[in-house]
């Protein structure tokens, strides 16, 4: 059995280990930012294909005690690193650290650097390049003030990258932020799902895919296929279970909107180049003037905000009419407003009922939840 970390969006960690158990992980912990698990190379392939909320699969190889880069250099040498990939290709190492006692991290990741490279040149007379862009290999090492942890990363490019989207927006919501969201909110597909922002269409094709039982890494390549040790046949049988589970395209509760006909184009292509342009309605619409498009659902969006649109008045005027439109017109939806903006609940002048702490990427967010109950959710001023 091997051991694995997966890291997350940060408020994610709970969806992630739930997702991990089901897909057949074992042992799944979680910590700050991700979950730990144990498995074999299996097990790896199969959550690298089907997570919706890990942001990566990294497989730990080391884990010691250290006091100084000298012991990072030793440590990393003692490796047998032509077990797990070939000098021809090119590699990466990143260094994250959690109250380090080492001066410099660049001094500490060029040693880690050095160590891998100088065991390659001793046992094969060649040393593997690097490539900060685009890496065949990357090497993630830890610290702690008292622990050095190094991982061999199986994903290879991040995995919120589903090889679906081929434009986004002025911000782009990460896709398996987007996919915890939409668990979050407690959308399961047959129940009707509206983002009246919509913008790329992020959160549509999420949920298009869930519908649909389409594996979020079915488009695309890991890491892993290029280690020593990848086993081709089981891969394939793997990615075959997971192609026979897909049902046909056909059209779905889920509607899209937003003002911007910008917006409505980018999210149209998106879902055309991704093969789902049939499951979505899509159409140019101003919420507040909008109606429901079912008695009931589910109300997931990333509200414009000021990063987005910068501050000022107009922001300031959008939310208690979002708010009255809500109440008027969404009765019997709940609505989910992810956003930086944490004025958002004083004046969109709504009751909320959860407030979850989310990031995307370093930005903190808030996912707050509005259920449209009649008669009430309106404040008394």
Not at 110 to 128: N, T, V
Not at 268 to 282: C, D, H, P, W, Y
Not at 316 to 324: C, K, S, T, V, W
Not at 348 to 366: D, K, Q
Request: aromatic residues 8%.
């Amino acid at each position: 059995m091997k051991q694995f970390f997966a890291p997350c969006p940060r408020g994610l960690e709970t969806v992630l280990c739930d997702e991990l158990r089901a897909i057949g992980a074992n042992d799944a912990v979680i910590f700050d930012g991700g979950a730990s698990f144990r498995g074999n190379l299996e097990i790896a392939y199969r959550v690298n294909l089907e997570s919706r909320i890990a942001s990566r699969i990294l497989l730990k190889i080391l884990e010691c005690g250290y006091e100084n880069e000298n012991d990072l250099y030793r440590e990393t040498a003692s490796l047998p690193w032509d077990a797990w990939f070939s000098p021809d290709l090119t590699i990466k190492v990143a260094l994250t650290a959690t109250k380090s006692r080492l001066n410099s991290l660049d001094f500490a990741t060029l040693r880690i650097k050095d160590a891998l490279c100088d065991k390659f040149r001793q046992s094969h007379g060649k040393r593997p390049s690097v490539d900060t862009v685009n890496p065949d290999i990357r090497i993630h090492a830890h610290l702690t003030s008292d622990r050095f942890s190094l991982y061999i990363d199986t994903s290879g490019d991040a995995l919120f990258k589903r090889g679906l989207r081929q434009s986004a927006g002025d911000a782009p919501l990460r896709e398996n932020l987007a996919a915890g969201i939409l668990h979050l909110s407690g959308w399961k597909p047959g129940i009707p799902l509206l983002d009246p922002m919509c913008g790329s269409g992020t959160f549509l094709m999420e949920a298009a895919q869930m519908a649909l039982s389409i594996a979020p890494g079915s488009g695309r390549s890991f890491a892993f296929e290029k280690l020593a040790n990848f086993d081709r046949q089981k891969w394939e049988a793997i990615r075959n279970q997971s192609l026979e589970k897909r049902k046909p395209v056909e059209v779905l509760k889920i509607f899209g909107s937003d003002i911007l006909g910008r917006a409505i184009e980018t999210a149209r292509k998106n879902l055309i180049e991704a093969g789902l342009e049939k499951t979505v309605e899509l159409k140019q619409a101003n919420f507040l003037e909008m109606s429901a498009p079912m008695p009931n659902g589910i109300i997931v969006t990333n509200p414009p905000y000021g990063v987005r649109m910068g501050e000022g008045d107009e922001l300031a005027a959008l939310y208690p009419r979002i708010g009255d439109a809500l109440k008027k017109k969404f009765s019997g939806w709940n609505a989910y407003f992810f956003t930086a903006d944490m004025r958002l609940p004083k004046l969109i002048r709504l009751s909320t009922s959860r407030r979850i702490p989310l990031y995307n990427g370093a930005l903190e967010c808030r996912l707050f939840e509005y259920r449209m109950v009649e008669g009430g959710n309106r404040k008394v001023r």
